[in-house]
């Protein structure tokens, strides 16, 4: 059986489809859920589907002793599903080609620090672009710039508002996160 660790901040929609997706899988298991956020919907998630979890603070994240907890679930696969701390450098050499992250616009493209979630569909609006899309990469040292595994594109209208841009790309990241999660493990 192969485990994965969803480290996730918000509402935890793209978690809840990736439960979905591997529920009853025989290859593929959830075993962790972790957060910095005492109040992410996540959490009430990984409660509700009876999934482990876990509250972290920048001190157990950024001690390596926390490769101990990863190492206990026998964690084959991280998964950033809307998680806004930077992993650090210990972590990333750890699990080299082994944490990936979605990102909601079309990389190189509204990424970095700073762009997630609600920043990056009003800076796509603001600039009257005519197509979005999400990113799934590999994470690197660098936020947003490991190599890129999918694309997707979404087409924006002069109608479209960051939320209704924001719903189109949610859409689209529950539709296919978890079929490239299946892909590489
Ligand atoms: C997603 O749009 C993801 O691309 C971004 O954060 C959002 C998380 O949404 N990194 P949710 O918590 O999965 O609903």
Same mark, same amino acid.
Not at 91 to 117: D, E, Q
């Given at each position: 059986?192969? @485990?994965?660790?969803? &480290?996730?901040?918000?509402?935890?929609?793209?978690? *809840?489809?990736?439960?979905? =997706? =591997?529920?009853?899988?025989?290859?593929?298991?959830?075993?962790?859920?972790?957060?910095?956020? !005492?109040?992410?919907?996540?959490?009430?998630?990984?409660?509700?589907?009876? #999934?482990?979890?876990?509250?972290?603070?920048? !001190? /157990?994240?950024?001690?390596?002793? &926390?490769?101990?907890?990863?190492?206990? %679930?026998?964690?084959?696969?991280?998964?950033?599903?809307?998680?806004?701390?930077? /992993?650090?450098? %210990?972590? #990333?050499?750890?699990?080299?080609?082994?944490?990936?992250?979605?990102?909601?616009?079309?990389?190189? @493209?509204?990424?970095?620090?700073?762009?997630?979630?609600? $920043?990056?569909?009003?800076?796509?609006?603001?600039?009257?672009?005519?197509?979005?899309?999400?990113?799934? $990469? %590999?994470?690197?040292?660098?936020?947003?710039?490991?190599? #890129?595994?999918? *694309?997707?594109?979404?087409?924006?209208?002069?109608?479209?508002?960051?939320?209704?841009?924001?719903?189109?790309?949610?859409?689209?990241?529950?539709?296919? =996160?978890?079929?490239?999660?299946?892909?590489?493990?």
């Amino acid at each position: 059986m192969k @485990k994965i660790i969803i &480290f996730a901040s918000g509402a935890g929609s793209n978690a *809840q489809a990736i439960i979905d =997706f =591997f529920r009853g899988s025989k290859e593929v298991t959830i075993a962790l859920i972790l957060s910095n956020k !005492k109040e992410a919907g996540v959490l009430n998630i990984a409660q509700a589907e009876e #999934i482990d979890s876990m509250l972290i603070d920048k !001190k /157990i994240i950024e001690n390596d002793n &926390f490769l101990k907890i990863l190492n206990d %679930y026998q964690t084959d696969l991280i998964v950033l599903a809307g998680y806004l701390w930077k /992993i650090p450098d %210990y972590l #990333i050499r750890a699990y080299k080609n082994r944490i990936i992250n979605i990102h909601p616009s079309l990389l190189p @493209k509204y990424g970095g620090k700073g762009m997630y979630g609600s $920043h990056v569909h009003k800076a796509v609006i603001e600039n009257n672009e005519k197509e979005s899309g999400i990113t799934i $990469h %590999y994470v690197n040292e660098e936020y947003d710039q490991g190599e #890129i595994l999918l *694309q997707e594109k979404v087409e924006v209208t002069l109608v479209d508002t960051a939320e209704s841009l924001a719903k189109k790309i949610h859409t689209l990241e529950h539709a296919l =996160f978890a079929q490239v999660i299946e892909k590489i493990i």
